[in-house]
């Protein structure tokens, strides 16, 4: 007890010369322990500092590797050769070129041109027409439309009265129409002029009708005006008033049926209400109307087509209606009919599809024959398809190996993995010779799927998978690449290409934001929407008769879309085998890590309790710096969680887990011993994270985060011992931690977290300010000793990492209210 009293007043010593605020926890490892309580204090050294626009990886520790010159070439030469194969076979007779000699057939033969033979199938397939069906739901709606415009015409004329309303041998049919529309004034000037019964001529000069408005005579009103004198001289008084009163009742109902029929024309039914409806004889309307029904009938059975236009619709109800309705009518008929009469006809999909499959399979196969000493072609012809197909049967298309365009085929490939270098350098850390492995695979996989005759191309898969693990930017960049090589190089339907690189696309830009696999999930259907709707367009801006052609397209489009689904779902399921063979930590890998029920993570919550405690605490304040200095925060998380899982092979070796039990290291009164057990926490942490097969940059954070930190309580307790042993002098490696020091930004947020966790934790009733003056000379030490070289934090940044550390300790140490003792005393009531 002497010694190890002695042994603390040493520390307090060096500790307030350091000016150092920071209590040393024995026995705790590096969660109190400060690796400088020796140095002096001074300025923060700028010597071997990174500079400020380093950036740690956020997906891989480590230091930043180059692109490997053998990778270079192997992704040249590999992608080359797979996308390069026409160059192998290629025809130097092709079509185009002009043969530079006359060549004749060596035998008989027949061959069919199998390419020619496809595009007419294609376009049989997808220029036929489509079969319509009589929609009878339709039909009968407009038939009930035009049965309530009669009904409602029917009303009218009963409130116009019956016309003729007195016999033709009385007054003409015209003399009764014009009675009935004439105005007021009219009808009582022409009522005048026959009870005065003077003869009137009316193309006499100066005669007018009297009335205020002084209007010439009409030939309809003195027709009128003669007929009614020439009855009123063969009736009585009485008769020809009758006939008055008659043709007064008559006027009212007309003008009653007008106003109606005013009252309930629109804008929009304005074609279809003819007011000569009224003038019809009764006779005429009953002929009318039934010839409107059976023209109706005849051309909703015969069916009308969406599109017609309206002038052939109009032509088809003129032919109907001109044997079936009085010639006086039929311009109303044709009015309503017009109006009524709507396109009935649908597409009949099954039927449709079954005619264009016929169509496509009645196309004969193109055949291309030839007779032996037939000149196929002449001395400086252009090659057509049809002599290419017959060269190249008889083996005379001259293939060989393209070595000019396969060379120029491998710069354009060159190009575009330097484009991609490009790229990774820009927006992303270099990646590992694993990760350019595994992008390397994924590149030959659409080639690969082109040369099997594949047309549904992997490019959806590409896409998520290269944004999920490496990001937009790169991911988009690959399948845009892709797309160009496979499209200049390869026999490939550029429709479909096109298509499958579009669904990628979309697949990487947004893939490396998801945050889960429902969420990948999710996107998987909006590739797949995307790549049939892309697919579709496509096809109806390529057809002459995209407005017809469109049911053709469909079902390929909405395969193509399904097979964009299906693409995803392969890479969906295949990221958790990729993330483990090629050791990656996507944001997902990372959160599933993080999930507090993952087995190592409750073995530490149950075993080292006082560990997990400290952990958490490490997290919160590791989590806020890194998002404040925009750092991979769910790398950051998930490294901390896994820091002290090493703590588990002996946790009682550590302070936060004795729980003022009896103290190990007391009665093992060994300094070295003691430090063996504390760093053993690091390599026993690194054996648990292999067999648990967690990613390598989380098994950085487990050495990283300790560095080659001084253990400085047992430093001087064995320093102690040697004085009074008069023994040699101690060596400061062992009671050192092997390293390596932080190498990413990550990792060391981690160790600064680390260090400040135990003094923040001790803190008690203490201001902000001083908060912050106890967290910056914890990360001054670290700095001033060197375990910040590697890891590309700045001095600026340090000091936002404090800053960052204390708001963090103000939101877990906030005040409470005190409650009063009386209330505390206070039991709760059994009655509401």
Same mark, same amino acid.
């Given at each position: ?129 489509? @079969? ?17 415009? $009669? ?55 100066? @005669? ?97 087509? /969406? ?152 490019? #959806? ?27 200049? =190089? ?53 057809? *002459? ?53 993952? =087995? ?34 769910? $790398? ?34 060994? /300094?070295?011993?003691?430090? *063996? ?11 648990? *994270? ?111 990492? *404090?800053?960052?550390? @204390? ?12 409650? #009063? ?6 039991? /709760?009531?059994?009655?509401?």
């Amino acid at each position: 007890m002497k010694t190890l009293h002695s042994l603390t007043q040493q520390l307090n010593h060096l500790r307030q010369k350091s000016e150092q605020f920071c209590t040393i926890l024995p026995f705790g490892g590096s969660d109190a322990d400060l690796s400088s309580d020796q140095k002096k204090p001074g300025h923060w050294s700028k010597q071997n500092r990174p500079s400020s626009g380093q950036k740690g990886n956020p997906r891989h520790s480590g230091k930043r590797q180059g692109r490997s010159p053998v990778m270079v070439v192997l992704a040249v030469v590999s992608l080359t050769s797979v996308m390069g194969n026409r160059f192998y076979n290629q025809p130097t007779l092709d079509v185009g070129r002009e043969a530079p000699y006359t060549i004749p057939a060596p035998f008989d033969a027949s061959v069919e041109d199998t390419k020619t033979t496809e595009e007419k199938r294609k376009a049989a397939r997808t220029g036929s027409f489509p @079969v319509l069906m009589i929609d009878q739901s339709l039909t009968q709606e407009i038939s009930q439309n035009l049965q309530q415009s $009669l009904e409602k015409m029917d009303e009218w004329r009963q409130v116009s009265g019956s016309f003729p309303f007195v016999p033709t041998s009385v007054l003409s049919a015209t003399t009764q129409q014009y009675l009935r529309q004439s105005k007021e004034w009219e009808w009582q000037a022409i009522v005048a002029f026959a009870e005065d019964n003077a003869p009137i001529n009316p193309f006499a000069p100066g @005669v007018v009708i009297p009335n205020r408005e002084k209007k010439p005579l009409t030939r309809a009103f003195t027709q009128a005006v003669s007929e009614l004198q020439s009855y009123r001289q063969i009736v009585s008084a009485q008769a020809f008033s009758e006939l008055i009163e008659t043709i007064n009742l008559a006027r009212q109902g007309y003008q009653q049926a007008l106003a109606q029929v005013s009252s309930s024309v629109t804008s929009e039914s304005t074609p279809a209400y003819d007011l000569s409806l009224l003038d019809l004889s009764d006779s005429a309307w009953q002929e009318t109307r039934q010839g409107i029904k059976g023209a109706t009938l005849n051309i909703l059975t015969q069916g009308i087509p /969406p599109g017609l236009p309206s002038d052939l619709l109009e032509d088809a109800v003129t032919v109907q209606v001109s044997t079936l309705i009085p010639a006086e009518a039929q311009p109303l008929a044709i009015k309503l009919l017009t109006y009524n009469l709507k396109p009935n006809l649908i597409e009949d999909k099954e039927q449709t599809k079954r005619r264009a499959e016929q169509a496509a399979l009645a196309v004969e196969p193109v055949m291309v024959t030839a007779v032996e000493g037939e000149v196929i072609v002449a001395e400086g012809e252009a090659i057509t398809q049809a002599d290419f197909v017959l060269l190249d049967h008889y083996g005379l298309s001259r293939r060989e190996i393209n070595w000019i365009g396969l060379i120029g085929f491998g710069g354009l490939v060159t190009g575009a993995v330097g484009i991609f270098w490009l790229v990774e350098r820009q927006v992303h850390p270099p990646l590992r010779r694993r990760d350019h492995i595994l992008v390397l695979l994924l590149s030959w996989s659409t080639p690969v799927l082109a040369l099997l005759g594949g047309q549904y191309n992997s490019l #959806p898969a590409i896409g998520l998978l290269v944004g999920s693990f490496y990001g937009s930017s790169l991911g988009a960049t690959l399948v845009i690449l892709l797309t160009g090589l496979v499209t200049f =190089s390869m026999e490939v339907s550029w429709e479909f290409l096109i298509a499958g690189g579009t669904g990628g696309l979309v697949g990487a830009l947004i893939a490396g934001r998801m945050r889960s696999r429902e969420e990948l999930a999710l996107l998987g259907g909006v590739v797949g929407l995307t790549q049939g709707s892309v697919n579709l367009l496509l096809n109806l801006i390529m057809s *002459a008769s995209a407005g017809t052609i469109w049911y053709a397209v469909l079902p390929g489009a909405a395969l193509y879309g399904v097979a964009g689904l299906a693409w995803s779902i392969v890479a969906l399921g295949l990221s958790p085998y990729l993330e483990r063979l090629f050791d990656l930590v996507t944001p997902i890998r990372l959160a599933e890590l993080s999930n507090p029920n993952r =087995s190592l993570l409750k073995r530490l919550a149950t075993e080292a309790p006082g560990t997990f405690q400290h952990t958490l605490f490490v997290a919160s304040l590791a989590e806020a710096a890194a998002r404040e200095l925009h750092c991979n925060v769910e $790398l950051v998380r998930a490294g901390t969680l896994y820091h002290d899982i090493g703590k588990m092979h002996d946790p009682l070796g550590f302070i936060e887990n004795q729980m003022g039990g009896p103290n190990k290291h007391d009665q093992i009164n060994d /300094p070295w011993k003691s430090a *063996a057990i504390i760093k053993k926490h690091v390599t026993e942490g690194l054996v648990m *994270a292999r067999k648990h097969q967690l990613p390598k940059a989380i098994r950085d954070f487990i050495p990283e985060h300790q560095g080659k930190l001084l253990i400085s309580y047992f430093y001087f307790q064995a320093k102690q011992r040697i004085q009074e042993e008069a023994g040699e002098s101690v060596n400061e490696v062992d009671f050192r931690y092997d390293g390596p020091i932080p190498q990413s930004r990550e990792t060391g947020i981690v160790m600064l977290a680390d260090a400040c966790e135990a003094a923040l934790r001790s803190l008690k009733d203490v201001t902000p300010d001083t908060a912050l003056i106890t967290v910056k000379k914890i990360l001054k030490a670290r700095w001033e000793d060197n375990q910040l070289v590697d890891s590309g934090l700045t001095k600026e940044e340090l000091l936002t990492t *404090a800053e960052v550390f @204390v708001k963090v300790w103000q939101q877990c140490n906030h005040q409470r209210i005190a409650y #009063p003792k009386a209330a505390l005393s206070c039991q /709760p009531s059994s009655k509401v």
